[in-house]
């Protein structure tokens, strides 16, 4: 009769520890982003592997402010009324880049459902900010779904940064809870026509440990390969505060390798899939 009184908590297994920042890259970008106030999801995030990519020379910039127009469950940026949109912001990103020497740049935004154009202006201006005041490196954008709507994906298309990454984020069933305002259908479709319009590499990160069952995972998996996307990212949900959605289950390592193999045999081009896997983890990789 042992076991009765089950804690509701999950704890959280040796496998999710993560290293301490060091080094000297990552020290001198740490200086520069507090120096220059620059807005990085690898902090505001509270990213677990800040240190290991800041040393390897890649970092993920938040563009259009850090208020978000959208409430999702497991999203650590403030939601609320944003602020207007500022058009030095390109010009501020691109140089943030050439000082820091990134090599790698992933931009990402919060959504601006409050703009007509959703924020895709300014997307594509920061795209040709970056290749003009910094060409020696490349770009990954990680783009809000702006509603599906065509016109402003392509912005992005035709702006061409190496990779276009948007996130499915979970699995269907769950999408209405964790996504509030998002679809899971019209995520696919974004995912779909960013490639069919001519974007040479697409990439989706998905969270696992929100409730969903195995089946679901290797269906979500299959969606998206199905959707032409040559990149997949799988790791683990993550509370980032009490108020947000609760981790339902610590996936093992075994468990994200079984998905991974899964994914690879569907002839995804790469595909990360363990624990601490954020979407723009080795996200230089990515562009190859």
């Known amino acids: 009769m042992e076991n009765l009184v089950q804690d509701t908590t999950v704890q959280k297994?040796?496998?999710?520890?993560?290293?301490?920042?060091?080094g000297k890259n990552y020290r001198e970008l740490r200086?520069?982003?507090?120096?220059?106030?620059?807005?990085?999801?690898?902090?505001?995030?509270?990213?677990p592997n800040m240190g290991e990519c800041?040393?390897?020379?890649?970092?993920?910039?938040?563009?259009?402010?850090?208020?978000?127009?959208?409430?999702?469950?497991?999203?650590?940026v403030k939601t609320g009324k944003p602020l207007d949109v500022n058009w030095d912001e390109p010009e501020k990103v691109a140089r943030s880049i050439k000082l820091?020497?990134?090599?790698?740049?992933?931009?990402?935004?919060?959504?601006?459902?409050?703009?007509?154009?959703?924020?895709?202006i300014l997307w594509g201006e920061t795209v040709n900010a970056v290749r003009r005041i910094?060409?020696?490196?490349?770009?990954?954008?990680?783009i809000p779904d702006f509603q599906g709507l065509t016109?402003?994906?392509?912005?992005?298309?035709?702006?061409?940064?190496e990779v276009i990454s948007?996130?499915?984020?979970?699995?269907?069933?769950?999408?209405?809870?964790?996504?509030?305002?998002?679809?899971?259908?019209?995520?696919?479709?974004?995912?779909?026509?960013?490639?069919?319009?001519?974007?040479?590499?697409?990439?989706?990160?998905?969270?696992?440990?929100?409730?969903?069952?195995?089946?679901?995972?290797?269906?979500?998996?299959?969606?998206?390969?199905?959707?032409?996307?040559?990149?997949?990212?799988?790791?683990?949900y993550l509370q980032p505060t009490k108020k947000h959605l609760p981790v339902k289950k610590f996936i093992t390592p075994e468990e994200f390798d079984e998905f991974g193999d899964f994914a690879r045999s569907l002839g995804f081009r790469h595909v990360e899939s363990s624990p601490l896997v954020r979407s723009s983890y080795h996200a230089e990789k990515?562009?190859?």
């Open 286 to 288: 990515h562009i190859h």
């Open 151 to 161: 016109k402003h994906l392509d912005r992005l298309v035709d702006v061409a940064p």
């Open 166 to 236: 948007h996130n499915m984020e979970t699995v269907k069933r769950l999408t209405r809870e964790v996504r509030i305002q998002a679809k899971y259908e019209r995520s696919l479709e974004v995912l779909r026509y960013l490639k069919e319009a001519g974007q040479r590499r697409t990439k989706t990160g998905v969270m696992l440990g929100l409730g969903e069952t195995r089946d679901e995972v290797f269906q979500t998996i299959e969606d998206i390969r199905n959707a032409n996307v040559d990149v997949i990212t799988l790791g683990q």
């Open 31 to 47: 200086t520069l982003v507090d120096k220059y106030k620059l807005n990085t999801i690898c902090q505001s995030g509270s990213c």
């Open 100 to 120: 820091m020497k990134i090599k790698h740049a992933v931009l990402t935004s919060v959504d601006r459902d409050d703009l007509k154009d959703m924020g895709s």
């Open 54 to 76: 800041w040393g390897e020379g890649t970092a993920t910039f938040m563009i259009l402010g850090n208020i978000c127009t959208r409430s999702c469950g497991f999203c650590g």
């Open 134 to 142: 910094s060409p020696g490196t490349t770009m990954e954008t990680l």
């Open 13 to 22: 297994p040796k496998w999710i520890r993560v290293k301490l920042p060091t």
